[in-house]
C-alpha cells in the first residue's frame, strides 16, 4: 500500500510519536512554573488547541482527573473515538485563525498550543496569540511548545563522512531566502505584545540519543508535505525530487550524520486586572 493510501494512518502515528519524544524531552505535560504556582485549580478548565490526536489532553487527564479538558482542531479527522477517551475529555473542531466563538472567552484556566509551525508560517503568531488570549480567564496561563527552526544544525560523529543531503534539507526547511524562520525564538517577545505577563521561554537542546528519533519525525512530516503540498506529476516534479532527498539524508543519517535541534517552550499569565 503506497504512502498516499495510508497517509491518514501516518499522520496520526506520527503525531502521537512525536508528542511522547516531545514529552519525554521536557519531563513534563503542563510546565512546574504552572501546576506549582497554584495557577490552577483542581477543577481547571484546560483547552488544547491544535490537538491533533489529542495525546497532551490525555497525558493530563491522568495528572488531573477533575478538570475540564477541551481539544479543538480544525480537522476532527485525526481525533480518536470518543467512547475510549476519559469522559473529561470533550474534542471539537475549531479554526483558530478566525475571531473565536463569544462562549468560549474567558473561559480557560490553561490554553496550550503545541507544533504550530506549519499553521503560522512564516508571518508570525500575532493573530493567533490574539485569539489564544481571548480565550483564557484573568490570570489564566498560555503554554507554547515548538520546534525553533533556527536552533536546526548538522551534526556528524565524524567530518569525513558524506552530509550534503541533511545540509540541503536544512536549507530547504529556509526556504528560497535561506533565513530560518525565527518567530519560535521570538515567541517570548510576541507574548509580551499581545499582554501577557510573567513570560518564561526555555529552550530544551536535544539529548544526542534523542537526535535520531526527532529526525524520524521530521522526514515523516517533510514527506508528508512533499505528497500534499509539492507538485508530484513527472519524475522531475518538486515532490519526487524532495523525496529523492530525504532518501539520501536518511542513508546519512544511518550512519550518524543527523539534525540537533532546541525545541522551545514559552509561557505567559493574563494579566489579572486589565489595565485601563
Ligand atoms: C503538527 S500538528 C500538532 C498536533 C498536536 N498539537 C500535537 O502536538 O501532537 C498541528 C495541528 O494543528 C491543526 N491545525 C491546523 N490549522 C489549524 C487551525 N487554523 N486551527 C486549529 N487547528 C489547526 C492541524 O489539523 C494539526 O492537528
Known sequence: MSFEDKSQQYLESGLNFQHALLRDLLGYTIHPDIRSD????????????GTGT????????????SAQLDGFDLSEEQYPSKAWLPSQISLS??????????????MYDLVHVQLFLCVVQKTGPAAILNELYKLLKPGGYLQWVEYDPVSFKVVSPDP??????????????????????????ELSLYLDHAG?????????????????????????????????????????????????????????CQRGVTMAESPVVVIGQKPVRMSV
Open 160 to 185: 569525513s563522512l558524506e552530509q550534503s543531503a541533511n545540509e540541503k534539507h536544512i536549507e530547504i526547511i529556509r526556504g528560497p531566502e535561506g533565513k530560518a524562520t525565527e518567530w519560535p525564538s
Open 196 to 252: 501577557f505577563q510573567e513570560i518564561n521561554s526555555k529552550s530544551y537542546p536535544l539529548p544526542p540519543e534523542m537526535y535520531a528519533p526527532f529526525m524520524q519525525c521530521h522526514l515523516f512530516a517533510a514527506e508528508e508535505v512533499s505528497l500534499k503540498a509539492m507538485k508530484n506529476d513527472g519524475s522531475e516534479s518538486q515532490g519526487i525530487m524532495f523525496r529523492k532527498l530525504l532518501a539520501e539524508v536518511h542513508k546519512e
Open 54 to 65: 489529542g495525546q497532551w489532553l490525555i497525558d493530563v487527564s491522568a495528572e488531573l482527573p
Open 93 to 106: 473542531q475549531l479554526d483558530i485563525t478566525k475571531t473565536i466563538p463569544s462562549k468560549l472567552e474567558g
Open 38 to 49: 497554584g495557577g490552577l485549580p483542581k477543577e481547571a478548565k484546560i483547552a488544547d488547541i
